[in-house]
């Protein structure tokens, strides 16, 4: 017999329950929070057909009744199941399965699966936003600035170039390959070489490289809270990976585990948004000399810094030789949609990472490529982080001053680069009841459970600002202070017109 106090809690005959078509189960032992396992459930239920749509969910106050939890878990878990289009909230006709969520099918469709499969509840990435409304959603950067024009002219240059008979060269076209070691360079201060540039499809594709040249369980460290898609590259790969916490220096370099790999992000650390400071990139740089590692440095966002001085990249540092594989991504600087990375390795490395690129997926695809050596090599690129970097500050500023009356009861951290902050709050007042709260606003952010792998989870609010223009970042930040302006003690702001 289990004992009561780790024994999964199960839905009791005679509530409202009693008639909901689905066991619902939760192990308060489990490193998975609540919220998390209930909307887990209730997904798979809906994608499985279980929950068939148009169901109707019980009330968030008797459900919460009927598991012993309190009610906040309760929203949080239906918040998140609206936010993905699994459940659908009208006034009037409570929350219901909403309808085409049935994707996987039964066995009259799909048969089964090989028993021996393992499918994931949820991917560890944050889904595609279709709610209305003003979404904080971070690792989102806007194209309001791009010049369509040169956008335009270089895929057009692109098109007219006749294409290859062959796949062409797995690590990139060198010229491509050039031109962002060239812009890596001015950008960050980074002197690389082409033959030590390799173009990937983005940040975790580049993990995912680099992951195939560790042996199989190998230890990796990893910030603490952190990157949770990046997290599960490795995890997917078969690493071991240790935890380190994170304060307002970055990673903690203390003491710091043996390790064949750490990966950081020490610009603008995700998702606290602190700066290593140079002494812990230097501790860092001993630590992988002394225990013969490497070390991924994360640069997703670093050209992006508003007034702040700024640190040179690990990679540049000396005590790097050897040691630092650097990551930049074009997903910030211009679109997802180009599907672009590139790392700079050790030359040593480069044929291992060449060949597991190779073997991944053959390499990049040569009219992409070929449409940013026009877009970079005429300069675009130069002037199009000038003008996103402008753009950016104004998101910034507004940010910060409007949410500048909740201080210093609320802090805002991570704010002199990037593209997103973190609004620290006070214990009493969960991060989960003010996103839910917000919600109901048509104002959506994130709390930093699903980025904390162990240990307390930190209590503030996610607030990704790249994606959205100073006028919505503005009406967003002023829903945050007045949700959290009675809770604080603090004064509401008046309404303007832009909020009626």
């Known amino acids: ?156 240059a692109a098109g007219r170039t006749p294409p290859e008979g062959d796949y062409g060269d797995a690590a990139g076209e060198r010229e491509l390959r050039a031109a962002l070691a060239a812009f890596v360079g001015r950008a960050r201060g980074l002197r690389a070489t082409p033959e030590q540039t390799v173009v990937t499809a983005g940040s975790l594709s580049a993990l995912g490289l680099i992951a195939r040249l560790l042996p199989p369980g190998s230890r990796v460290l990893f910030e603490n809270p952190g990157y949770r898609a990046a997290r599960q590259v490795l995890l997917d790969a078969g690493m071991e990976i240790r935890p380190i916490p994170v304060d307002d220096e970055g990673l903690v370099t203390d003491d710091l585990p043996r390790a064949r790999l750490a990966v950081v992000t020490p610009s603008h650390q995700y998702p606290l948004g602190v700066r290593m400071t140079l002494s812990r990139r230097l501790a860092l740089l001993r630590w992988a000399q002394e225990h013969d590692a490497l070390i991924v440095e994360d640069d997703y966002d670093g050209e992006f810094r508003y007034g702040a001085t700024p640190l040179p990249p690990l990679a540049s540092l000396e005590g790097a030789e050897g040691r630092v594989l650097y990551l930049g991504t074009l997903s910030k600087l211009l679109t997802p949609a ?33 449409a940013l050596i026009h877009f970079i090599g005429g300069g675009h690129l130069d002037r199009h982080v000038r003008r996103a970097r402008r753009w950016h500050a104004g998101q910034q500023a507004t940010l910060a001053h409007t949410l500048a009356p909740l201080s210093p009861h609320a802090r805002l951290g991570g704010i002199e680069a990037g593209l997103h902050a973190c609004l620290h709050l006070p214990a009493h007042i969960p991060g989960a009841e003010v996103a839910a709260a917000l919600a109901q606003r048509g104002v959506f952010v994130s709390t930093l459970h699903s980025y904390t792998f162990a240990g307390a989870v930190p209590n503030a609010l996610l607030l990704g600002y790249g994606g959205l223009t100073a006028a919505q970042v503005e009406r967003g930040a002023r829903e945050i202070v007045r949700v959290l302006a009675p809770r604080l003690g603090t004064p509401a702001p008046a309404a303007t017109y832009e909020d009626v």
Request: no cysteine.
């Open 1 to 156: 017999m289990l004992d009561p106090r780790t024994e999964p809690d199960m839905a009791q005959t005679g509530g409202p329950l009693d008639v909901f078509p689905l066991p619902i189960a939760l192990d308060r032992a489990s490193s998975t929070p609540l919220h998390a396992q209930l909307a887990a459930q209730i997904r798979a239920g809906a994608l499985t057909g279980t929950l068939p749509a148009g169901t109707a969910l019980p009330g968030s106050r008797s459900l919460a009744a009927e598991l012993g939890v309190t009610r906040g878990v309760v929203t949080a878990a239906f918040e998140a199941l609206r936010l993905d289009g699994t459940l659908d909230t009208r006034v009037g006709s409570g929350t219901r399965v909403a309808a085409g969520v049935a994707v996987y099918g039964g066995r009259e469709r799909g048969g089964r699966s090989p028993h021996w499969l393992t499918l994931p509840d949820d991917a560890p990435v944050d889904a595609r936003v279709t709610t209305p409304g003003i979404h904080f959603q971070p690792g989102v950067a806007g194209t309001q600035v791009l010049d369509l024009r040169a956008w335009r002219a270089a895929w057009a």
């Open 338 to 370: 180009v599907r672009t990375g590139f790392l700079v390795a050790p030359p040593v490395l480069v044929p291992a990472l060449t060949r597991a690129r190779t073997l991944a997926d053959g390499g990049h695809g040569r009219i992409t490529q070929a």
